[in-house]
């Protein structure tokens, strides 16, 4: 490398030093004209991807209590039980602890009814470590009692319906098509 | 009319003829000081708030949201409020009586500074012939408490800090003195009340800057100077919080603390003001220009006065706050660099062009 000049040095370093700054501040000027891009986080919230792995959600109705989820857990920290009332389950407990899952996402897949997802809610603060063990059940099934009324109020229903659509087939004569939709019961008895 | 202090020509006629002299001045004393308390008190607070809501929307952020509603402009009373309710912690080691003593020092040099700085043409608390000299004077004191804290505070990151800022300002005052006489030759006073007054030609736009270029140059000069004067990043040596954790503030906290801050933003404010005052028209600026020419020298030609200084100073602090959260701190020998073998050479050769300039105009005219 050629030795510089000194004066040409000196010369060339205020030049240096006035252009960097002017660049500088005119990438600096460009950001405080712009809209800033944080959001006011518990106000607003940037939307969430998809196959992110938050708290557990679980569609309870779905479920058929195979344990298959509880057995995937590589830390076994998913606790299941519940009473078998025929077709219906009295559930007793559904419980992840947060303390120990690592948001591995395995006891989705085994799933047969596909009921245990992944969820978005990522903010999840406690003031106390017991409180991490989070109940997912959203309730607690049916009891002997309950079953019955239940199974009650649906014969009611159906009757209710039954004839309803009698009387629809009825005035709809010129109507040739009778569809019945058969309501599929996903809550079937395996074995 | 022409000395002295404006507050007092004011009040004389209005008191009694039983109230003594004495007992009238006391109280001028005592309002203007109350006066200049309350400006820096107001630009220790927007100045604070500012810095976080420039940095902010530099680094694209929002800065502070909440406080006080609108923007969070409450957040630095709230602030405020948190450091006066602190603990007053003294290290065991420190030498309690220069380290209870030295904010007081440093907040004390600017009082006094800032009393030199007219507030309008005709408010000021002394028409001083010196006045730019007082406020260097004074400016250049703030050292003394930095250096006092630093030694005080009996910690070597505190020391290292004091050092700094003493081998600092002893670089910069020299471009700082010597940018300033282009100014002055051009306008050929040191009062800065007369200084700005010079300035009213070409529609209130007569700016010294704009006069010669040489001025328009050391403006440049004086302003790097300043930057370096108060402590302001990229110059920020002696507080260099990720290499002494905070320099001379170390072992501070509380409303000590943030007396310091009261005193940086008032310092910066200042000289931002002094800038305006020898570079960029003082008070003159073509709204005064049409204040005085619609309502003759009255109180809203004043008005309009001081918040043209208020808009120039807020101006500077502004830049001073984009250069700061643009360029990254240099080293101290940088610095040193900087100042000795740049500043310094560069200042004597705008006086020498600003001196030349003037002769030339003067012989033509």
Same mark, same amino acid.
């Given at each position: 490398?050629?030795?510089?000049?000194?004066?040409?040095?000196?010369?060339?370093?205020?030049?240096?030093?006035?252009?960097?700054?002017?660049?500088?501040?005119?990438?600096?000027?460009?950001?405080?004209?712009?809209?800033?891009?944080?959001?006011?986080?518990?106000?607003?919230?940037?939307?969430?991807?998809?196959?992110?792995?938050?708290?557990?959600?679980?569609?309870?109705?779905?479920?058929?209590?195979?344990?298959?989820?509880?057995?995937?857990?590589?830390?076994?920290?998913?606790?299941?039980?519940?009473?078998?009332?025929?077709?219906?389950?009295?559930?007793?407990?559904?419980?992840?602890?947060?303390?120990?899952?690592?948001?591995?996402?395995?006891?989705?897949?085994?799933?047969?009814?596909?009921?245990?997802?992944?969820?978005?809610?990522?903010?999840?603060?406690?003031?106390?470590?017991?409180?991490?063990?989070?109940?997912?059940?959203?309730?607690?099934?049916?009891?002997?009692?309950?079953?019955?009324?239940?199974?009650?109020?649906?014969?009611?229903?159906?009757?209710?319906?039954?004839?309803?659509?009698?009387?629809?087939?009825?005035?709809?004569?010129?109507?040739?098509?009778?569809?019945?939709?058969?309501?599929?019961?996903?809550?079937?008895?395996?074995? | 009319?022409?000395?002295?202090?404006? *507050?007092?020509?004011?009040?004389?006629?209005?008191?009694?003829?039983?109230?003594?002299?004495?007992?009238?001045?006391?109280?001028?004393?005592?309002?203007?000081?109350?006066?200049?308390?309350?400006?820096?008190?107001?630009?220790?607070?927007?100045?604070?708030?500012?810095?976080?809501?420039?940095?902010?929307?530099?680094?694209?952020?929002?800065?502070?949201?909440?406080?006080?509603?609108?923007?969070?402009?409450?957040?630095?009373?709230?602030?405020?409020?948190?450091?006066?309710?602190?603990?007053?912690?003294?290290?065991?080691?420190?030498?309690?009586?220069?380290?209870?003593?030295?904010?007081?020092?440093?907040?004390?040099?600017?009082?006094?500074?800032?009393?030199?700085?007219?507030?309008?043409?005709?408010?000021?608390?002394?028409?001083?012939?010196?006045?730019?000299?007082?406020?260097?004077?004074?400016?250049?004191?703030?050292?003394?408490?930095?250096?006092?804290?630093?030694?005080?505070?009996?910690?070597?990151?505190?020391?290292?800090?004091?050092?700094?800022?003493?081998?600092?300002?002893?670089?910069?005052?020299?471009?700082?003195?010597?940018?300033?006489?282009?100014?002055?030759? /051009?306008?050929?006073?040191?009062?800065?009340?007369?200084?700005?007054?010079?300035?009213?030609?070409?529609?209130?736009?007569?700016?010294?800057?704009?006069?010669?270029?040489?001025?328009? /140059?050391?403006?440049?000069?004086?302003?790097?100077?300043?930057?370096?004067?108060?402590?302001?990043?990229?110059?920020?040596?002696?507080?260099?919080?990720?290499?002494?954790?905070?320099?001379?503030?170390?072992?501070?906290?509380?409303?000590?603390?943030? *007396?310091?801050?009261?005193?940086?933003?008032?310092?910066?404010?200042?000289?931002?003001?002094?800038?305006?005052?020898?570079?960029?028209?003082?008070?003159?600026?073509?709204?005064?220009?049409?204040?005085?020419?619609?309502?003759?020298?009255?109180?809203?030609?004043?008005?309009?006065?001081?918040?043209?200084?208020?808009?120039?100073?807020?101006?500077?602090?502004?830049?001073?706050?984009?250069?700061?959260?643009?360029?990254?701190?240099?080293?101290?020998?940088?610095?040193?660099?900087?100042?000795?073998?740049? *500043?310094?050479?560069?200042?004597?050769?705008?006086?020498?062009?600003?001196?030349?300039?003037?002769?030339?105009?003067?012989?033509?005219?």
């Amino acid at each position: 490398m050629v030795k510089a000049n000194p004066v040409r040095r000196y010369i060339k370093n205020i030049w240096d030093s006035v252009y960097s700054t002017a660049v500088g501040m005119r990438i600096t000027g460009k950001y405080l004209m712009q809209k800033p891009i944080t959001v006011q986080y518990p106000d607003e919230r940037l939307p969430i991807p998809d196959r992110y792995r938050g708290i557990h959600y679980l569609e309870q109705e779905k479920c058929i209590n195979c344990l298959a989820c509880a057995r995937a857990c590589p830390i076994d920290c998913i606790e299941m039980d519940a009473i078998r009332h025929g077709k219906e389950l009295e559930w007793v407990l559904f419980t992840v602890d947060y303390q120990k899952c690592m948001f591995c996402e395995l006891c989705v897949y085994p799933c047969p009814k596909d009921c245990i997802h992944m969820g978005t809610d990522f903010a999840f603060t406690v003031f106390d470590r017991s409180e991490l063990v989070l109940d997912l059940l959203s309730y607690k099934g049916m009891s002997r009692e309950a079953r019955i009324r239940k199974k009650e109020a649906e014969e009611k229903k159906a009757a209710k319906e039954a004839a309803k659509a009698a009387k629809a087939a009825a005035a709809a004569e010129t109507a040739a098509a009778e569809a019945e939709p058969e309501s599929a019961d996903d809550e079937e008895q395996e074995g | 009319m022409n000395d002295g202090n404006a *507050l007092l020509h004011l009040l004389q006629p209005l008191a009694p003829d039983f109230v003594p002299d004495w007992a009238v001045v006391l109280t001028v004393a005592i309002i203007g000081v109350s006066i200049v308390i309350a400006i820096v008190g107001l630009i220790a607070l927007a100045g604070t708030w500012a810095e976080r809501k420039v940095s902010a929307h530099i680094q694209c952020r929002y800065g502070p949201m909440y406080v006080g509603g609108w923007h969070g402009w409450a957040q630095a009373l709230a602030d405020g409020i948190k450091l006066i309710s602190k603990e007053d912690m003294i290290p065991i080691g420190a030498d309690r009586k220069l380290f209870m003593l030295a904010p007081s020092i440093l907040l004390g040099a600017v009082f006094a500074a800032l009393c030199a700085m007219p507030l309008a043409p005709a408010f000021y608390f002394g028409y001083i012939d010196l006045g730019v000299f007082m406020i260097l004077a004074f400016s250049s004191l703030t050292t003394i408490g930095v250096v006092m804290a630093g030694w005080a505070s009996n910690s070597k990151w505190s020391l290292y800090g004091a050092m700094r800022e003493a081998a600092q300002v002893v670089a910069y005052e020299i471009p700082l003195g010597i940018t300033l006489l282009a100014p002055l030759l /051009v306008v050929g006073t040191f009062n800065l009340v007369e200084a700005s007054n010079a300035q009213a030609d070409y529609f209130g736009m007569g700016w010294l800057a704009f006069k010669n270029p040489f001025v328009l /140059v050391s403006s440049v000069i004086f302003f790097i100077a300043v930057l370096a004067e108060t402590k302001r990043a990229p110059f920020d040596l002696p507080e260099a919080e990720s290499e002494l954790v905070a320099g001379f503030l170390t072992e501070y906290s509380g409303i000590r603390w943030s *007396l310091f801050f009261m005193e940086e933003y008032a310092a910066m404010f200042l000289m931002s003001a002094v800038t305006a005052f020898f570079f960029f028209g003082g008070f003159e600026s073509p709204f005064s220009y049409l204040a005085m020419q619609s309502f003759g020298d009255g109180i809203v030609y004043q008005l309009v006065c001081f918040l043209t200084l208020v808009v120039k100073g807020s101006f500077g602090i502004f830049m001073m706050m984009w250069l700061r959260w643009t360029l990254p701190r240099l080293r101290i020998d940088q610095v040193m660099t900087m100042g000795y073998k740049y *500043l310094t050479p560069l200042a004597l050769i705008c006086v020498l062009g600003a001196g030349i300039w003037e002769a030339i105009k003067h012989a033509v005219s």
